[in-house]
C-alpha cells in the first residue's frame, strides 16, 4: 500500500511539473494578474470582481486541481467500442473470460476515470477579448467612483517557450469630480408633502464625491420612504438624475426629479393617474391553500377582527392566534414594512410551505386595496432522524442517533409539539456504553406569561415560548448518570441583527447511579491514590497498600483510607505533598460522585449581522449570563455533612456564570474566508457550593483547541494525566482560513490557543491550576493543524488533524516538542467549528 501511494504521488509530482499539459502550441496559460492604479500595484479583492480571467486555483502555491486535470487525456476514448479497438487484446481478453458485458464495464471505468479527472481545472488560457473587456470593466467601475477621465490600458506578456503569459491592466484614474449644486424637484403634491414631513436627509452633498452607489442608496430611501407611507405604485421608475456633464472645473451640478404621475394600462391605452396613498380595505387569508384548487370556493370561514379566515375545507387554526401573524388591519394605510414582517412571521411560524401575499385594487375606488394572503400548510406529522461519531480521551469512537417526531399546530395555534427520542453507543476503556433519553417540547408562538407581561414584547419581534421536559439514562458512561430536565425559554427578535432569550425556569436534576465505579472508571485518581497508599503504609506502620481492586471493595476500601490520610495531621506535616493529593482527590470525588440540582435563570443577547448563508464578511456576538440557586435556595436553610446547601436532600448548585463569544469573518478572495472567534467565560460560585461537573469548563475536541482531545488539556500549567480536566474560568481563541480544493472538497489552515483555570479559590486547587493573574496567560496551549471539509451541501463533513505547537505544562522545549503526526490530534467533526 505504501509502495502504490508513493507512485500515486509520483506521478502527480511529474505531472505538476508540466502544468502546460493540455496547452496548444500557439496558446498560453494565464498565470498571474497584475493591476496597476496610479503606478501602484493594487492586491486588494475590490477589484477581483471585474477581471473576467483568473489564473487557476491555488493552494500553498500549487494549482492542484489543474494537477489532477492533467492526470487525464482529451484524446482518449470516450466510448467502450471506440475504447475496445484502441486497446483489443485487453478487451477481448475481458470478453473471452466474461462476457461482453464485462469487457464493455471495464472499458467504461477507465473512461470514466479519465473523465473524472478532466472534470477538475483545466488550464486557463489567455484571452486578448476577455483582457479587452476586463479593461472596460476596470474604466467603468472607475466612472462610476466619479474618475471620469479615467484610462485603462492592458497588456500581455507571452512566454511562447514555457506556454504561460500575464496580464497587465494601467489604471490612471485622473482628477475626481465633485458634486455641486443639488436640486430637489417633486412635482406631485403628495410625495412633496410626504417627503418634507419626513425631515429625510439626502445623502447627496455639496462637495462629495461623486459616487454611484450613493445615488443608488439615495434613490432606494426615497422608493422607500413613498412605500411606507402609502403610495402602493411607487417605483424607482419615478426618480431620474440629471447630471451636467458640461463642466470643465471637476464639479457637477445635480438634479434629482419625482415624477407628477405614474402611466397606468387601461382598455389596452395608457393613462396618467396621479400618486395617492393607499389603504387596506379588505384582508381575506386561505390557510390551506394549493395550486390545484386555486379556483374553487372556500368551503369554510370565519370572520375575526376584520380579517377573513377560509379554507376549502375545515378552518384548522385559531383565528385569534394566526391574526397576531398579520400586522394589517382594515382602515391602515399600506406600508412595505408590515407586509414584510407578515411575510417573516408567518414564516417563522414553521408551519407553512409558502407564503403568498398580493394586494389587489378594489373596483370602484383609487385608494382602497384588497390583501389576500395564500398560506400552504406543510405536512401537520413529519419524522426526522439526526446521526453524529463522538470521541474524547474517555469515549473512544461512537455514534448517536436522534429519532424525532413533529406535530405542527398541535392546539390550533400553530403550535409545534416535539416528540425526540435518542441513543448513543461505544466503546470506552471499560467496555461498551450506551445512551437513550426523551424529551417532549412544545413551542408556542408567542409569549405566554401571567399579569400581562406578554405585552412587553411586541408582536413584530416574533416572540416564541419554550417548554421541554425530558430524562436520559447513561450506562457505562462515567458513573452511570440519570438526568431529568425542565426548560421554559422565552425568545424574540429584536431587530434583524438582535436576539434576546430568558431562560426562566432552567432546571436539571443529576443523579449518579453508579457512585461506587468512580476509581474504575477514573483509575488515573486510584492509581495516585495507592502510590500515596504505599508512602502512608511505610510512615505509619499500616496495611491499606495495595487498595483492592475488586468493584465490590474498591471505593469503600479507597474512601477508607482517604478518611484516614485526611485525619492524620502527623502525616499532613511530614508528607504534605501527598496530603494535599489525596484531599485533591477526595475534593473531586465528592465533585463528580455528588448529584446535583441545577435551578438555572439565564439571560442571552445574540448580535449577528449575516445576511444569508452566502454571506461571509459578518460579525457574531454572544453574551450569556446566567445564575443556579439563588432564587430556590431561598427557600432551603438545610446543609448536607459536606456543608452544601440541599432542597429535598438534593445538593443545591449555587453560582453565577458568564459566557461571552465572538465571530468575525473576512471574505478574502475567490471562495476563500478569514475567521476568528475568541471565547471568555468564567464561574463564580458561593455559600460553599461546588460546581457541577456538567456545568464546569474543559478544553480540547473538534470544537475547541484541536491539537488535544476533549477534557484532555489543563487547567493551568497542570499535566495531571487524569481522565478528565475542567475548570471555573476559559479563554479560546481561534483562526481559520478556509479555502476551495477541488469540486466539493474544502481545505482549512488553523491555529487554536487557550486553557483552563481554577478560580474558585479552593484550598485543594494546586497552584499551577489557579489563574491569579495576567501572568497566567503563559499558561495558554497554542495547537495547529489543517483540515479538509467536504462539502454535502445540507452538512459539512469534516478532519481536522491537531498539532501541539505551544504545550504550556513542560518543564522545557514547551515549542514543538511534539509537533509531529504520532502526538496529533485526529477530530471528525459534522460543520464547521465555528
Request: aromatic share 16%.
Amino acid at each position: 500500500m505504501k509502495k502504490l501511494s508513493f507512485y500515486f504521488l509520483l506521478i502527480l509530482f511529474l505531472t505538476a511539473c508540466n502544468s502546460t499539459k493540455h496547452v496548444a502550441e500557439d496558446e498560453q496559460m494565464l498565470t498571474q494578474n497584475y493591476i496597476f492604479v496610479d503606478s501602484v500595484r493594487d492586491k486588494s479583492t475590490e477589484l477581483e470582481k471585474y477581471i473576467l480571467q483568473k489564473p487557476n486555483p491555488k493552494l500553498l502555491g500549487a494549482p492542484i486541481g489543474l494537477y489532477f486535470h492533467n492526470l487525464g487525456d482529451h484524446n482518449k476514448p470516450k466510448t467502450a467500442l471506440k475504447w475496445g479497438k484502441k486497446h483489443p487484446k485487453k478487451y477481448k481478453f475481458i470478453k473471452n473470460i466474461f462476457s461482453e458485458k464485462q469487457s464493455i464495464a471495464y472499458a467504461n471505468s477507465f473512461i470514466q476515470l479519465n473523465n473524472w479527472f478532466l472534470s477538475y481545472d483545466a488550464p486557463v488560457i489567455i484571452s486578448e477579448n476577455k483582457v479587452k473587456r476586463t479593461s472596460e470593466n476596470l474604466w467603468a467601475y472607475y466612472k462610476t467612483q466619479g474618475f471620469f477621465e479615467s484610462k485603462v490600458t492592458s497588456k500581455v506578456n507571452r512566454d511562447s517557450v514555457r506556454k504561460k503569459a500575464t496580464a497587465e491592466y494601467r489604471i490612471r484614474r485622473g482628477r475626481p469630480t465633485l458634486l455641486d449644486t443639488i436640486k430637489l424637484k417633486i412635482e406631485s403634491p403628495v410625495l412633496d408633502s410626504i417627503y418634507k414631513k419626513s425631515g429625510m436627509r439626502s445623502l447627496l452633498k455639496s462637495g462629495n464625491q461623486y459616487n454611484d452607489k450613493t445615488f443608488r442608496k439615495e434613490a432606494s430611501n426615497v422608493v422607500k420612504l413613498f412605500r411606507n407611507s402609502g403610495v402602493f405604485y411607487f417605483s424607482e421608475s419615478a426618480l431620474g438624475f440629471y447630471v451636467d456633464s458640461t463642466r470643465t472645473d471637476y464639479k457637477t451640478n445635480v438634479e434629482f426629479l419625482v415624477a407628477k404621475d405614474r402611466f397606468k394600462e387601461e382598455k389596452g391605452n395608457y393613462v396618467k393617474k396621479d400618486y395617492k396613498v393607499h389603504r387596506i380595505k379588505e384582508i381575506n387569508v386561505v390557510t390551506d391553500y394549493s395550486y390545484t384548487k386555486k379556483d374553487e370556493v372556500p368551503s369554510d370561514s370565519v370572520s375575526y377582527r376584520g380579517i377573513n379566515f377560509l379554507a376549502h375545507r375545515k378552518l384548522k387554526y385559531n383565528p385569534k392566534y394566526l391574526a397576531q401573524s398579520i400586522f394589517f388591519s382594515s382602515g391602515d394605510v399600506y406600508k412595505d414594512t408590515l407586509r414584510n414582517l407578515t411575510r417573516n412571521h408567518l414564516k417563522s411560524l414553521n408551519n407553512f410551505k409558502s407564503t403568498n401575499i398580493t394586494f389587489t385594487p378594489i373596483n370602484g375606488t383609487d385608494n382602497e386595496l384588497r390583501m389576500d394572503l395564500f398560506l400552504s400548510p406543510k405536512e401537520k406529522f413529519t419524522l426526522g432522524f439526526e446521526t453524529e461519531l463522538t470521541h474524547s480521551n474517555i469515549r473512544n469512537i461512537g455514534s448517536s442517533a436522534k429519532f424525532s417526531l413533529t406535530n405542527r399546530n398541535a392546539f390550533r395555534g400553530a403550535e409545534l409539539l416535539k416528540f425526540s427520542f435518542l441513543g448513543s453507543y461505544f466503546n470506552s476503556n471499560n467496555g461498551p456504553g450506551w445512551e437513550i433519553g426523551a424529551d417532549a417540547s412544545l413551542e408556542i408562538p408567542r409569549l405566554v406569561a401571567p399579569f400581562g407581561l406578554s405585552k412587553l414584547v411586541p408582536k413584530r419581534m416574533s416572540p416564541r415560548t419554550l417548554f421541554s421536559l425530558g430524562s436520559s439514562f447513561q450506562k457505562n458512561i462515567g458513573l452511570d448518570r440519570q438526568t431529568f430536565t425542565f426548560l421554559s425559554d422565552y425568545k424574540w427578535q429584536y431587530n434583524r441583527k438582535k436576539t434576546i432569550q430568558l431562560e426562566v425556569f432552567n432546571t436539571q436534576y443529576i443523579q449518579n447511579l453508579n457512585v461506587n465505579r468512580f476509581f474504575d472508571i477514573y483509575s488515573s485518581e486510584f492509581t495516585n491514590l495507592n502510590a500515596v497508599a504505599e508512602i502512608y503504609d511505610t510512615a505509619n506502620g499500616t496495611s491499606f497498600y495495595p487498595l483492592s481492586t475488586d468493584l465490590s471493595t474498591q471505593a469503600s476500601e479507597s474512601l477508607k483510607f482517604i478518611d484516614a490520610v485526611a485525619s492524620n495531621s502527623s502525616f499532613q506535616v511530614s508528607n504534605s505533598d501527598n496530603y494535599n493529593t489525596v484531599l485533591n482527590i477526595q475534593n473531586r470525588y465528592n465533585i463528580v460522585t455528588s448529584d446535583f440540582l441545577i435551578p438555572t435563570l439565564a439571560y442571552s443577547y445574540t448580535y449577528n449581522n449575516q445576511i444569508d448563508f452566502k454571506d461571509n464578511n459578518f460579525s457574531f456576538f454572544k453574551a450569556r449570563v446566567s445564575n443556579s440557586g439563588n432564587v430556590l435556595g431561598l427557600f432551603s436553610k438545610n446543609y448536607n455533612e459536606n456543608g452544601k446547601k440541599t432542597l429535598f436532600k438534593i445538593p443545591l448548585a449555587q453560582y453565577f456564570k458568564t459566557d461571552l463569544e465572538y465571530k468575525r469573518f473576512w471574505d478574502v478572495g475567490v471562495n476563500s474566508v478569514f475567521g476568528i472567534r475568541t471565547f471568555v467565560g468564567a464561574i463564580f460560585t458561593y455559600d460553599n457550593s461546588d460546581i457541577p461537573f456538567t456545568r464546569s469548563y474543559f478544553a480540547g475536541g473538534s470544537n475547541d483547541i484541536r491539537a488535544w482531545q476533549t477534557y484532555e488539556l489543563g487547567p493551568g500549567s497542570r499535566n495531571s494525566g487524569l481522565e478528565f480536566n475542567v475548570g471555573s474560568f476559559k479563554f479560546l481563541t481561534s483562526a481559520e482560513y478556509r479555502f476551495d480544493l477541488i469540486g466539493s472538497l474544502k481545505g482549512a489552515l488553523f491555529v487554536d490557543a487557550g486553557n483552563i483555570w481554577d478560580i474558585s479559590g479552593s484550598e485543594f486547587v494546586d497552584s499551577d491550576a489557579k489563574f491569579n493573574s495576567l501572568s497566567s496567560l503563559k499558561d495558554i496551549a497554542i495547537g495547529s493543524g489543517v483540515g479538509v471539509r467536504y462539502d454535502l451541501n445540507f452538512f459539512v463533513l469534516r478532519l481536522d488533524v491537531g498539532f501541539k505547537t505551544y504545550e504550556p505544562y513542560l518543564e522545557e522545549s514547551k515549542w514543538f516538542k511534539n509537533y509531529n503526526f504520532s502526538s496529533a490530534v485526529y477530530n471528525i467533526g459534522i460543520n464547521y467549528p465555528f
